[in-house]
T-cell receptor
Framework: GAVVSQHPSWVICKSGTSVKIECRSL??????MFWYRQFPKQSLMLMATSNEGSKATYEQGVEKDKFLINHASLTLSTLTVTSAHPEDSSFYIC?????????????FGQGTRLTVV | QKEVEQDPGPLSVPEGAIVSLNCTYS??????FMWYRQYSRKGPELLMY????GNKEDGRFTAQVDKSSKYISLFIRDSQPSDSATYLCAMSVIKAAGNKLTFGGGTRVLVKP
């Protein structure tokens, strides 16, 4: 299957700083990528849909100014958690679907564990 | 009521047993169905993808879709301790890359040696 690479796999940052998470599709082009947040023992919560070359679409209740998404190319989307606070500590995961083949499967990155201290 | 319902478990089985997982859904527009396996602190890994009613087999895994009953299943034969993970069902209405998936809550499976 297609490969989605997410980096870093874990990060610890101080409260008030910003953290950037990268999501790359390695062997396919992704016009759309999705960003999820997952709390312990819970399912994935969709935060936003990242569209190449245009603004992201945020789910209800997700602060767009806090979670900045940039999708500058067909293989890279970034999520920046701005002015991070301890309550932002969570597991963040990206996914992408191959827009060229039209396949319905979504492939996920390895996830990023963010800890804000 | 959630669009996709999945028993959270945990489901505990002895090694070698068949693991049976299922999801029910309410939106009859769902056409594409996926099963993912997620280990702790890892991203979900795609196991099976189906888009038609009936069975699809891949190694020890069998995915079953019953669109008339709005019910999908995943069976794992000859289960191994390495199959211990959380299993998520996901579905979407259309194939378009921009169409988001709707997930079940996940079932935690524990295969005991």
């Amino acid at each position: 299957g297609a490969v989605v690479s997410q980096h870093p796999s874990w990060v610890i940052c101080k409260s008030g700083t910003s953290v950037k998470i990268e999501c790359r599709s390695l062997d396919f082009q992704a016009t759309t990528m999705f960003w999820y947040r997952q709390f312990p023992k819970q399912s994935l919560m969709l935060m936003a849909t990242s569209n190449e070359g245009s603004k992201a679409t945020y789910e209800q209740g997700v602060e767009k100014d806090k979670f900045l998404i940039n999708h500058a190319s067909l293989t890279l989307s970034t999520l920046t958690v701005t002015s991070a606070h301890p309550e932002d500590s969570s597991f963040y995961i990206c996914s992408a679907r191959d827009g060229w083949t039209g396949s319905a499967e979504a492939f996920f990155g390895q996830g990023t564990r963010l800890t804000v201290v | 009521q959630k669009e996709v319902e999945q028993d959270p478990g945990p489901l505990s089985v002895p090694e070698g047993a068949i693991v049976s997982l299922n999801c029910t859904y309410s939106n009859s527009a769902f056409q594409y169905f996926m099963w993912y396996r997620q280990y702790s602190r890892k991203g979900p890994e795609l196991l099976m993808y189906t888009y038609s009613s009936g069975n699809k087999e891949d190694g020890r895994f069998t995915a079953q879709v019953d669109k008339s009953s709005k019910y999908i299943s995943l069976f794992i034969r000859d289960s191994q301790p390495s199959d211990s993970a959380t299993y998520l069902c996901a579905m979407s209405v259309i194939k378009a890359a921009g169409n988001k998936l709707t997930f079940g809550g996940g079932t935690r499976v524990l295969v005991k040696p």
